[in-house]
């Protein structure tokens, strides 16, 4: 804004010779001059709009779907401290597919990960030598041994140091954004189970897989759908509750039901998820048809860019049920997700005490090292103990995404379906480097 004076002289000052006004200083601004000044004012603000807008359209990266974030770079990565993957190693076919995953995401290929140190829980020589090869050739890897087999989970925290961050993962870790809001996980999954449309039908095959079905293929749009009799009223018949994996043969298929019965769970193993949450927890942790249905609700999800279906929509009320009565949805910034849009808040899920898995976790060299020796149970330890004796939270990020293959319970029955080629397939589409 602009200011204009005329000079008076004062009666003290009448002596001095007087020097007349320049013109322009004589008489307030014309109405003219005014308006000048505020079209001068309206278009610098225009210029400084189109500026910042153009800029902004410069910087702008677009919203990625999920399939595209696999190969997407990390933008950012931390100056004051390191980030170091702590992989618990016991199998090469798991570590096949994770080591897409981890190569992605080192910082010499854009990612947040210094160093990757996998922890040898095993005597079998082939797998050694498996590891011993990607270690020789990958500069960042390194190999720790803890006493093989025989040693406790506890013991192999004892590799932490102060100053780091470390993402703890399991090697059967088959898909990973960060950590997590994990697929096949008991307590999520009575979430999941509850979320309208994240657990999709599907059952198991009895059928050995054609030569000519897609079994390098990790799409489920590809597959057949459940064969019914034609004179089916009632839908499939009822899968037993804990199926015997030798019923089906090796490399079989979980297909998608029919409409009309393609939207709900009924007959179904995630149905034993729905009307007890005791024994949906016991389920979810040793049932393997409760395992492979998920992974193939996963595969579907992933497919149709739907991973927004496991975030939450219903606010705390959801959690206060799954959680021992203690979970609690935290919200942060953006608020609720909405709907088929794929928009989703940040969430965060606060454990409030409750025990859950920690097939992928984010912890603090410092409070590992602080607290040490971490005793065999280090699940317990490190997420319901060691949090309450420091007055931290667990909680678990719902709008990231990790795909954990299956626990001890599970192993062979799901080591029998083609799950495992499903994910191998997807990771050497979308995230191995040839």
């Known amino acids: 804004m602009f200011f204009f004076f005329k000079r008076k002289l004062l009666p003290q000052y009448s002596n001095i010779p007087y020097t007349p006004l320049a013109p322009q200083e004589q008489h307030p601004p014309s109405r003219r001059r005014r ?12 210029l400084l709009t189109a500026a910042i807008i153009t800029t902004s359209c410069l910087l702008y990266t677009p919203k990625l779907s999920p399939l595209e974030q696999l190969s997407a770079p990390i933008p950012v990565m931390p100056r004051d401290f390191r980030i170091v993957g702590l992989v618990f190693y016991g199998r090469r076919s798991r570590v096949e597919i ?49 006493g093989g087999r025989k040693a406790t989970y506890g013991q192999a925290w004892a590799v932490a140091e102060k100053g780091v961050m470390y993402i703890k993962i399991d090697d059967d870790i088959e898909h990973l954004f960060t950590s997590t809001n994990t697929i096949n996980s008991p307590r999520l999954a009575l979430l999941h189970a509850h979320l309208s449309s994240a657990i999709h039908p599907f059952l198991p095959s009895s059928l050995p897989p054609s030569p000519s079905s897609p079994r390098q293929n990790w799409r489920p749009s590809l597959l057949p759908t459940y064969p019914l009799s034609n004179t089916s009223t009632t839908g499939p018949p009822p899968l037993p509750r804990h199926p015997s994996p030798r019923s089906y043969p090796q490399g079989y298929s979980w297909l998608p039901l029919p409409a009309p019965y393609n939207t709900s769970l009924k007959g179904t193993p995630m149905e034993l998820l729905l009307h007890d949450d005791a024994l949906g927890y016991e389920e ?3 049932n393997w048809a409760v395992g492979a249905q998920q992974h193939m609700s996963f595969l579907r999800n992933l497919e ?22 203690r979970g609690k949805v935290v919200w942060g910034q953006g608020g609720k997700r909405r709907g088929e849009e794929g928009e989703r808040g940040e969430t965060t899920w606060d454990m409030r005490g409750a025990r859950i898995q920690i097939n992928m976790i984010a912890i603090w060299g410092d409070d590992v090292v602080d607290n040490a020796p971490v005793p065999d149970d280090d699940e317990w330890y ?3 103990e060691l949090v309450a004796r420091l007055g931290r939270r667990a909680v678990v990020d719902m709008n990231a995404i990790a795909v954990h293959f299956a626990f001890r319970h599970q192993r062979k029955g799901m080591e029998r379906t083609d799950l495992l080629a499903r994910y191998k397939a997807l990771a050497e589409e979308r995230v191995c480097r040839s």
Not at 35 to 46: E, I, R, T, V
Not at 117 to 140: G, K, Q, S
Request: proline fraction near 1%.
């Open 304 to 325: 149709e860019d739907g991973l927004w279906r496991y975030g939450f929509d219903g606010g705390a009320a959801i959690s206060e049920r799954w959680g021992n009565g």
């Open 35 to 46: 308006l000048l000044y505020q079209l001068f004012k309206f278009l610098a603000l225009l």
């Open 98 to 146: 994770l080591d897409c995953y981890l190569k992605q995401n080192l910082v010499a290929n854009g990612g947040l990960l210094s160093e990757v140190i996998f922890i040898a829980r095993t005597d079998n020589a082939d797998d050694l030598a498996f590891l011993d090869e990607l270690v020789a050739n990958t500069p960042a890897y390194t190999r720790r041994d803890i």
């Open 284 to 286: 979810g942790y040793r």
């Open 382 to 384: 490190l997420g319901v």
